[in-house]
């Protein structure tokens, strides 16, 4: 029971998570082409906006949060990560997210206090 | 119930007291630090005794800062409190040891695959002439440190400047040992040609096999026969620029005058590997193509490895003087003809009794077919063949010397379709050496006979075989020729034979005697033949190397005109060339000359069948009366 209640209150929650990270990601390069001179601000911006309301969760948790943004030419990209933690109280997210122009992956580590 | 209400309440007294002492450890610091700011803010407020806003603001600011600076201690006391009270939960919470289980999640992977490009490339090859130099070097070569003296050497052409540029490569060469391009003076410009040079590669050499093989195979061998035909033909081709026809320099034709014009030679036909020291057994005119004369040729005694037997063709309209075609066979030709209705087709008949067929349309010299070797067939010297009949019946007639005829059919020489033994009274076969069918006729023919004796005789009807003899001869007869010329009269009752009694007589069939006896010649007359355009002219040739033309018309006596061909030489074989302006002469050495006969001779007059047909009488008057003179020689005294 007791380890029932802590988890809802101190696990991480993979689906809120992603609710925020692509609101987080839409908000911030929605409907825009790939622009170079720009990415910087949106890469910024989209981590920036999901640690926010992260921490508006105000979970005991700590937050990592990266961001890639790709330029959709044809090239291939592999990502992998792996990590060792307490599986029962830490957890990880990635959403992958594209439009015509470009692709855009955001992975976020919590891991609980 | 009360005991639990009791240890709440020390719990509470306790906690209680621990907050006061810590309130009075923080009252104390906290005056310490609201002395201090009183005294900061007193002399701050002396400081600024000008500005009554500021003192009445600094007054606020300072009264309420008394009233916050007692406060302000509560405050951060509260609010250490609070940080104390959250600490405390906090604390008592961390003081209970929480279990931490680490381990190794799950790899997170992410990937996005790249974009299959679909690309079409069309390439073309060109062909390559030249194939590529082996030395060519890609732009990479040159950082290459190895490589770097070759690179020079292609550069040097095959100026003076190569042997100074080798100093410089070498130097080079070694100097370098880190990878950078080479940078050296530009080589002078070598031109195109020299270049080609350069990268021509050497034609590759076929080997001796490849080389017999290509000359050995068909296609080479009929272009080259076809190609060096009419290479020889233009070779030898010269044109008279001097000809004049206003006849300037001729002067007037004049019979007398022109005696010696009347037999001219045109050219002669000698070839030096087929007809060398071979007697020519006979001469034939082609009558589809005009200009080709067929040879036949009997055996060389000098050479061992060369066929016996050869015939070849040969053409007047060019100047080459190698013949067309050569054929040649395991046996002396003793007889030859073209097939009169196949223009492709030569026929010879043999020593040996074969007879061959050649066909100058397949590039064989060999025949293309044989009669056999049996006794259906020949087994004796075939002397005599011709072609009788139409185009569409016709025969192929062969007289062997054992007095057999045979007739064959041009396209099966494997058996003749009929043979006849030709014998003349008490079984007594005809030693055949010469023939000759009447003019018109496939039926009646005359043959000479190596017993001085000419018969007559038909190959058909009621009277197959032979009919009538002919004595006169005193000598083997040589050579028949029946007379030919179409006209309003016709003559050919009329044939002409030769011996080698020296003379050449004329005769008619009709008549056992002979009509005249032409004795001009002092040896064997080995050949005689009526013009084929002039009833009243004949040619005879002998073994001394004269070719007689005896124009009956103007003198029965001695030949109208008269030229040796050469003393040494024996001619053998005579033919009239079909227009009557060519006569072929062939002797025993393996030439053949041909004769231009000057035209007022050739070209009959019109009424040269008129003036004939009177020789022809008096002739016979002659005649008569030489067989009177002969039987009253016989019988009495001569009349004188």
Known sequence: ?????????????????????????????????????????????????????????????????????????????????????????????TVRWENKTMYCIVSVFGLAI | ????????????????????????????????????????????????????????????????????????????????QAVKEVEVPTSVSHTTPRKVRLSVAKVNETSIPPRENVSYSKETQTIIADPVDKDARGPWDYYDDDNDLDFIENLEGSSSHAHQFRGHGHSHGHGHTHKMPHVEMVAPATTSEEQNKEHKKPVPELSEEEKKQILMSEGFQKFFDHSSRIVERALAEEVDIFADYSGKDSGGKDDEAMAGERLKVNRDFYDDKWSKHRIITSLDWSAQHPELLLSSYGSNEDATNVPDGVALIWNIKYKKDTPEYVFHCQSPVMS??????????????????????????????????????????????????????????????????????????????????????????????????????????????????????????????????????????????TAIDTHRVPGQIDFSPYFLSSSFDWTVKLWSIKEQKY??????????????????????????????????????????????????????????????????????????????????????????????????????????????????DSTLLGSAAPIR
């Open chain 2, 336 to 477: 030859s003809c073209f097939a009169k209705f196949h223009p492709n087709l030569v026929l010879g008949g043999t020593y040996s009794g074969q007879i061959v067929l050649w066909d100058n349309r397949v590039n064989k010299r060999t025949p293309v077919q044989r009669t056999p070797l049996s006794a259906s067939a020949h087994t004796h010297p075939v002397y005599c063949i011709t072609v009788v009949g139409t185009q569409n019946a016709h025969n192929l007639i062969s007289v062997s010397n054992d007095g057999k005829l045979c007739s064959w059919s041009l396209d099966m020489l494997s058996q003749p379709q009929d043979s006849m033994e030709l014998q003349h009274k008490q079984s007594k076969s005809v030693a055949a050496t010469c023939s000759s069918f009447l003019s018109g006729d496939a039926n009646n023919f005359i043959v000479g006979s190596e017993e001085c004796l000419v018969y007559s005789a038909s190959r058909h009807g009621s009277k197959a075989g032979i009919n009538e003899a002919y004595d006169a001869h005193q000598g083997p007869i």
């Open chain 2, 1 to 80: 119930m009360a005991d639990r209400k009791a240890e709440l309440e020390r719990k509470k007294a306790r906690l209680e007291q621990m907050r006061r002492e810590r309130k009075e450890k923080e009252l104390s610091k906290t005056r310490n630090v609201g002395d201090d700011s009183k005294t900061s803010v007193k002399s701050s407020g002396s400081d600024a005794s000008g500005a009554e806003p500021d003192d009445i603001l600094r007054e606020f600011g300072i009264s309420p800062a008394p009233e916050g600076s007692p406060a302000t201690p509560k405050k951060a006391a509260a609010q250490s």
């Open chain 2, 515 to 628: 009509l005249c006896s032409f004795e001009d010649n002092s040896d064997y007359v080995s050949d005689v033949q009526w013009s084929p355009t002039n009833p009243a002219l004949f040619s005879s040739v002998d073994i001394m190397g004269r070719l007689d033309l005896w124009h009956l018309n103007h003198e029965t006596e001695v030949p109208t005109a008269s030229v040796v061909v050469d003393t040494n030489v024996a001619l053998n074989k005579l033919r009239w060339h079909q227009t009557g302006h060519h006569i072929g002469v062939g002797d025993d050495m393996g030439r053949i000359y041909i004769y231009d006969v000057a035209e007022n001779i050739a070209n009959p007059k019109a009424d040269e069948w008129s003036k004939f047909v009177r020789t022809l009488q008096e002739m016979k008057q002659q005649a008569t009366e030489r067989e009177e």
């Open chain 1, 1 to 93: 029971m007791d380890d029932f209640q802590s988890g809802e209150e101190t696990a991480f929650v993979v689906d809120e998570v992603t609710n925020i990270i692509k609101e987080a990601v839409e908000g911030s390069i929605g409907g825009n082409a790939y622009q170079h001179n720009k990415v910087n601000q949106w890469t910024s911006s989209v981590v920036e906006q999901c640690l926010n309301q992260l921490t508006k969760l105000s979970k005991p948790f700590k937050y990592i949060v990266t961001c890639v943004i790709m330029q959709k030419n044809g090239a291939g990209l592999h990502t992998a990560s792996s990590c060792y933690w307490d599986n029962q109280t830490d957890g990880s997210c």
